[in-house]
């Protein structure tokens, strides 16, 4: 199989305090992985991309320095809003690219709930 | 550059009636078409792709998509819905096409509710 878990699935901070979410290809390598963010009834919206032991991808109009992306192994990225704010709050998904003959998939996390209060 | 477009942000069926969401890309490049379901509060979980091998590709619960490169579709098919297939569907198209991992561009979803 290919599974991939995000922790916490839920999470509530204080407006200015910073929250960090685990996404982890738990029974494959994944040298991608991808940040995306999910607002109600809305369609998931690529914040960036993640590769291992190098420096994440921002799409436009993303803040990199509020958005800390680290993909410190072939199996674990970090996702750390910085300084949240009630904006923030959204649902955050995660997605690992796992080699499958000549293609690649995507295989995507539970998500994240993220509310800042 | 790649997009996908969903018809129908909203779709609405009677239970045993057949399924159909409709997805039109755009790709310079030979596509990579996936769809995919989210249950409320959930990830997305994929239930077909197109890898070129088959036009008509069969995915999980029942689902089917045919491409068809004259008409750049890529439609969602079901004959029977069943209550349970309440969900959103996204299509997606990956950026670089074919073997080259990399990112999806999704549709912006479509809401299946079945009647009972």
């Known amino acids: 199989g290919a599974v991939v878990s995000q922790h916490p699935s839920r999470v509530i901070c204080k407006s200015g305090t910073s929250v960090k979410i685990e996404c982890r290809s738990l029974?494959?390598?994944?040298?991608?992985m991808f940040w995306y963010r999910q607002f109600p009834k809305q369609s998931l919206m690529l914040m960036a991309t993640?590769?291992?032991?190098?420096?994440?991808?921002?799409e436009q109009g993303v803040e990199k320095d509020k958005f800390l992306i680290n993909h410190a192994s072939l199996t674990l990225s970090t996702l750390t809003v910085t300084s949240a704010h009630p904006e923030d709050s959204s649902f955050y998904i995660c997605?690992?690219?796992?080699?499958?003959?000549?293609?690649?998939?995507?295989?995507f996390g539970p998500g994240t709930r993220l509310t800042v209060t | 550059a790649q997009s996908v477009t969903q018809l129908g942000s909203h779709v609405s069926v009677s239970e045993g009636a057949l399924v159909l969401l409709r997805c039109n890309y755009s790709?310079?490049?030979?596509?990579?078409l996936f769809w995919y379901v989210q249950y409320p509060n959930q990830g997305l979980q994929l239930l077909l792709k197109?890898?070129?091998?088959?036009?008509l590709v069969k995915g999980i619960n029942g689902f089917e998509a045919e491409f068809k490169k004259s008409e750049t579709s890529f439609h969602l098919t079901k004959p029977s819905a069943h209550m349970s297939d309440a969900a959103e569907y996204f299509c997606?198209?990956?950026?670089?096409?074919?073997?080259?991992?990399?990112?999806?561009?999704f549709g912006q979803g479509t809401e299946l509710s079945v009647k009972p």
């Open positions: 997605s690992a690219t796992k080699r499958s003959g000549a293609a690649y998939e995507q295989y």
């Open positions: 029974d494959f390598q994944a040298t991608t």
């Open positions: 993640s590769n291992e032991g190098s420096k994440a991808t921002y």
């Open positions: 790709s310079s490049v030979p596509p990579y």
């Open positions: 197109y890898t070129s091998a088959a036009t």
């Open positions: 997606a198209v990956s950026d670089k096409g074919r073997n080259q991992g990399g990112k999806l561009i």
